[in-house]
């Protein structure tokens, strides 16, 4: 079965702060999903599907669908794979909606990794892997810089080449009036900033925020009686990467599988892209992707961003025209989400108008979740303009 | 570069004993697959690669090479303060990589730098397998 034209996002909305001081992580999630069914034309009445992953307070969906009063729930799906979780629950949503499961699905995310400390260690097993890993001090931005150093071994990727996905992230920023960083960098502004694991530097890492988005997920027969403009939802795919018993390769992603998925299920390659959301927790998280889903060849995807590629509106691939998690938004450090927001923005022409593309029919989002330097789980989504 | 890493101890269980008991006697012990013959990191009862629950025990020989690493200015926990320090994957001769630190090391880090496995004891009757670089052969 191919979820190919057989659901639509209806509805998506980006909570417009950065800085949550004075709420609770569930009264984010209500706001969010209010905006994203008002931005539908719909009602928390007309949801039958509720999706959510680990940011989520309480007992999987339950105590969400609880507290938003979701009464006429009949799917639930609380995947947990971090950051692309948000880019699975559109596939697996999708795919209920074809086999008749549900009709109106609600996705939300929240977080407030700002404003509340973290919750306390939880009481569940501890993860196999961690006596091997954990004593060895890996953190996150560790991770992603022994990836970024094994793919500099390997091809000859420099940390300028890197620096220029930030350069570009900036440029887009700039236009869009939420974004936590605005103003436009430049390399040398990127490698002057404070190394924090070799060789990535503060330039190279993502934002962290508080905040959230939310969106609707629809058949379409719900659709053609909204009055907004929805997006076609084409293709999905996901994969996770792991570790090979031991034979670990840090050069590259699941995308390498759920890409070809989503582009086989769409009936599109991606010459055809017009728009592309890119992960971004790290800059060579970007660089990585954009070989791993055939946008270059593996390895010269250091060539091709340091080319302007990725600027909109005009470059080969413009991505990420929110400015990303890089500059603009990573509530919860789980950039899924906005991922699949600013991609919904570029299909509807309401992109920041410096940086929407002109005539986007055909969009990609991908999202990463765990770590690239370990294990981690890939999504990708092929969206397709509402006539498309 | 801090001379002295923390040491966090590991949390062990059934399946890890054998080997965390070996490292507190500087052993390094790594699974093999009795059915298909994979050299199986991190160690566990199944095999990964064909899904045998026959695995056997073997001492490495704690010889390997850097396959990547990074110099960490930012510790977290037990490694706040202890920057910057070495975290890296070394390629051991027998096949897997394995995540853990590169110590007694300066300028010489590189990819591809031969290293030698050391033990470094933790409060708790176990000891973390590091490594530095390898002695010249003899």
Redesign the interface.
């Known amino acids: 079965m191919s979820i190919r034209g057989k659901a639509r996002i209806a509805g998506a909305y980006e909570h417009p702060d950065r800085k949550i001081p004075d709420k609770s992580v569930a009264q984010v999630h209500a706001e969010v999903a209010l905006g994203a069914l008002a931005d539908a034309g719909l009602t928390m009445s007309d949801v039958d599907a509720y999706f959510c992953s680990g940011d989520a307070p309480g007992f999987g969906p339950v105590s969400m669908a609880d507290y938003l009063g979701l009464k006429r729930l009949r799917y639930m799906d609380s995947t947990e794979t971090g950051g692309s979780s948000y880019l699975i629950h559109v596939g697996h949503a999708a795919a209920a909606i074809a086999e008749g499961k549900c009709r109106v699905a609600l996705i939300t995310l929240a977080g407030l990794p700002r404003s509340q400390r973290p919750p306390r260690a939880s009481a569940a097993p501890?993860a196999?892997?961690?006596?091997?890993?954990?004593?060895?001090?890996?953190?996150t931005?560790?991770m992603y810089?022994?990836?970024a150093?094994?793919h500099m071994?390997e091809y000859g990727t420099t940390s300028a080449q890197l620096a220029a996905i930030k350069v570009a992230a900036s440029q887009h920023a700039q236009y869009n009036q939420n974004a936590m960083l605005r103003t436009p960098v430049t390399v040398a502004e990127v490698l002057d900033s404070?190394?924090?694991?070799?060789?990535?530097h503060r330039l190279d890492c993502c934002v962290v925020s508080d905040g959230g988005g939310a969106l609707v997920v629809v058949a379409p027969e719900v659709a053609a009686s909204l009055p907004r403009q929805t997006v076609n939802v084409l293709g999905h795919g996901e994969s996770p990467k792991?570790?090979?018993?031991?034979?670990?390769d840090?050069t590259y992603t699941g995308a390498v599988w759920s890409g070809p998925r989503a582009f086989e299920e769409a009936g599109v390659t991606p010459g055809d892209i017009d728009y592309a959301s890119i992960y971004d927790s790290f800059t060579i998280t970007v660089l990585q992707t954009i070989e791993d889903l055939g946008f270059c060849e593996k390895g010269k995807g250091g060539a091709f961003v340091a080319d302007g590629s990725l600027l909109a509106p005009h470059g080969r691939l413009p991505f990420n025209t929110d400015g990303g998690g890089l500059c603009n938004n990573h509530p919860v450090n789980r950039g899924g989400m906005t991922k699949v927001i600013e991609a919904v923005r570029q299909l509807r022409g309401e992109a920041s108008v410096p940086v929407q593309v002109p005539d986007c029919e055909i969009a990609l989002a991908h999202g990463n979740g765990g770590s690239l330097g370990?294990r981690s789980a890939a999504a990708t989504l092929i969206l397709g303009r509402e006539d498309w | 570069m801090t001379a002295e890493?923390?040491?966090?101890?590991?949390?062990?269980?059934p399946?890890?004993r054998e080997f965390?008991a070996a490292t507190a006697r500087g052993r390094l012990l790594l699974k093999r697959c009795l059915d298909c013959g994979?050299?199986?990191?991190?160690?566990?009862a199944i095999?990964?690669?064909c899904a045998s629950l026959r695995t056997e025990w073997f001492e490495a020989s704690g010889r390997g090479r850097v396959?990547?690493?990074?110099?960490?200015?930012?510790?977290?926990?037990?490694?706040s303060g202890?920057e910057p320090?070495v975290?890296?994957?070394v390629e051991l001769d027998e096949?897997?990589?394995?995540?853990?630190?590169v110590v007694e090391v300066g300028a010489g880090l590189a990819?591809g730098l031969p290293v030698e496995v050391v033990f470094h004891d933790?409060a708790e009757g176990t000891a973390?397998p590091?490594f530095r670089p390898a002695a010249p052969a003899s």
């Open positions: 501890l196999p892997e961690a006596a091997f890993e954990q004593p060895f001090g890996p953190t931005v560790s810089a022994l990836a150093r094994r071994h404070p190394m924090i694991s070799d060789p990535l792991l570790t090979e018993g031991g034979r670990i840090l370990t | 890493l923390p040491a966090p101890a590991p949390s062990v269980n399946e890890t965390w994979s050299v199986i990191w991190y160690p566990r095999c990964p690669e396959y990547s690493y990074t110099l960490n200015h930012r510790g977290e926990g037990a490694y202890a320090y975290l890296a994957y096949g897997p990589r394995l995540m853990t630190n990819v933790t973390l590091r």
